[in-house]
T-cell receptor, first 114, second 117 residues
């Protein structure tokens, strides 16, 4: 059963700690994305990767880091430099060639900083 | 700058009535437009998209959307609403870079659809 798996679903962190969110897909998609969702602000792009070993900053990359060592995996690290990390984080991958494909989303990870 | 707007934070409709969730966009060139739905504490699910061709696009769960180039709109519609349609709906447009469509989507702020029984 193909899809995108995000873990953990809920995560609590103390201020000053780094935390890594996992995203794994078995859809054989080349492009993967990380979005942040805050109430009333929609989705904002953090980082994206179009191919293994390559990634680009999105609109709100400060305080975050990513890696793309395998096609299936695109983990996101929320560092202590992120000023307001409490949010719902969504990972997605893109279906289809070119720029017409839709995104497939995981179920999200909710991070709360205590 | 490319953008997409959802002018209504919430839409209320009675079950069995038609529903419309509005979306307008601003991009250079021909737009690639998408609708997604999100249930509480879940990821987004793809509903439908417009790339080219027929202005009326049909999608999942009985939803459809009409592309209107002159009004730069892509409103989501359904002839008869169900209580189970209650969710958060997002409109999105493909970001247009200097070389054309990129691999990035720009999302609206979302519209909460509440269907009353």
């Amino acid at each position: 059963d193909g899809g995108i798996t995000q873990s953990p679903k809920y995560l609590f962190r103390k201020e000053g700690q780094n935390v890594t969110l996992s995203c794994e897909q078995n859809l054989n998609h080349d492009a993967m994305y990380w979005y942040r969702q805050d109430p009333g602000q929609g989705l904002r792009l953090i980082y994206y990767s179009q191919i293994v070993n390559d990634f680009q900053k999105g609109d709100i990359a400060e305080g975050y880091s990513v890696s793309r060592e395998k096609k299936e995996s695109f983990p996101l690290t929320v560092t202590s430099a992120q000023k307001n990390p409490t949010a719902f984080y969504l990972c997605a991958s893109k279906r289809g060639i070119g720029n017409t494909g839709e995104l497939f989303f995981g179920e999200g990870s909710r991070l709360t900083v205590l | 700058a490319q953008s997409v707007a959802q002018p209504e934070d919430q839409v209320n409709v009675a079950e069995g009535n038609p529903l419309t969730v509005k979306c307008t966009y601003s991009v250079s060139g021909n737009p690639y437009l998408f609708w997604y739905v999100q249930y509480p504490n879940r990821g987004l699910q793809f509903l439908l998209k417009y790339i080219t061709g027929d202005n009326l696009v049909k999608g999942s769960y009985g939803f459809e959307a009409e592309f209107n180039k002159s009004q730069t709109s892509f409103h989501l519609k359904k002839p008869s609403a169900l209580v189970s349609d209650s969710a958060l709906y997002f409109c999105a447009v493909r970001d247009m870079g200097y070389g054309g469509a990129t691999n990035k989507l720009i999302f609206g702020t979302g519209t909460l659809l509440a269907v009353q029984p």
